[in-house]
Every structure is written in C-alpha cells, then in structure tokens.
C-alpha cells in the first residue's frame, strides 16, 4: 500500500484480540484500582492529624481510577491488533501511547503462551514470540485461548519449514 505521493504506508495488522478482552481489562484495572484507592483512603482516614486537602487528592485519584476502569480497555481493544504471515510477526499495542512492531519469520527464536487465572477466567491467552532482536519479544495479549493453541502451533510449523537460523 502507497500513499498519494507513491510512499509505501504500513497498514495495521488484520486481527483484533477477543472481544472479552474489554472485560478481563476491566476487571484486572477494577482490581488494581480498587487497591490503591482503598489504601489511598484508609491512609486519609486512620493516619491522625492528615491535613483535609489529602482527602480532595484521595477523590482525585478514584476519579482518575474510574476513568482508568471505564475508558482504557475500550481504548485498548480498539487499537490491539496482530497478524501471523508466512513472513512475518506483526503486533500494534497500546492505550496512550502506540507501538507497532514487526518480526521477520526467520528471527523468530521462541514462540511461548501464557495464561493466568484471571485469563483463564475469560477464556484468554496472549502468546509472546521472541526473536533475535534487541527490542525484546512481540506479545499478543488477549487471544480466544483457542486462537493462542493456534496461533502458536502455526508460528511452529512455519518456523520449522524456515531454513534461516533466527540469529
């Protein structure tokens, strides 16, 4: 794909992560949140002679927190994408900031699944691929665990076919 101007555009990987990828987000931010609010508050409340202002910071911060919960796993599903090719690993993360990342097929080394309990909950798994790269491994958050079983049988037969030695 080119631009007007003949420049070629990367285009963004074809496959989003699983829908409940918006609930495992907002549970893992509710709990986390969760935590440091009520820690925030319990300081405020059980600390003798805190000054009142520590308490406008307290409702700060859950606000902030309630924005974390509600907006940041939409934002993220939106923009969470990979893609699997004979050729190359291609991922796109991130909420505030962005990253895309590339890995050619022949400087793939590993290609590792993870599943946690809260993952494992909601049916997820991410999957991560390293490669001979200084930039660290491409990870796939949040794949149907099916689709992680998948992904990483296929990643291990095409890297297996690849005559190249990922180095």
């Known amino acids: 794909m080119t ?3 003949g420049t070629p555009v990367l285009r963004a990987p074809a496959h989003q992560v699983s829908p ?3 609930a495992f987000w907002t549970v893992s931010a509710l709990i986390g949140d969760a935590v440091l609010v009520l820690g925030a508050l319990l ?3 059980l600390v003798p002679g ?4 520590v308490g406008l910071l307290v409702l700060l911060v859950a606000a902030l927190a309630v924005a974390h919960v509600v907006l940041m796993p939409r934002i993220r599903f939106r923009v969470h994408r990979w893609e699997v090719s004979d050729t190359a690993v291609h991922t796109r993360e991130g909420w505030i900031g962005r990253q895309s990342r590339i890995a ?8 590792d699944s993870r599943q946690g309990a809260l993952m494992r909950l909601f049916g997820l798994a991410s999957i991560t691929v390293t490669t001979a790269s200084a930039a ?5 958050n949040c794949l149907d665990a099916d689709t ?5 049988a296929r990643l291990t037969a095409i890297t297996a ?7």
Request: charged content about 20%.
């Open 148 to 152: 992680a079983r998948e992904v990483v």
């Open 161 to 167: 076919a690849t005559e190249d030695d990922a180095t």
């Open 104 to 111: 050619p097929i022949s400087r793939v080394q590993t290609v």
């Open 20 to 22: 409940r990828a918006v």
């Open 50 to 53: 805190m000054p009142g202002w």
């Open 43 to 45: 300081a405020w409340l």
């Open 136 to 140: 660290g491994p491409l990870t796939v």
């Open 3 to 5: 631009d007007t101007g």
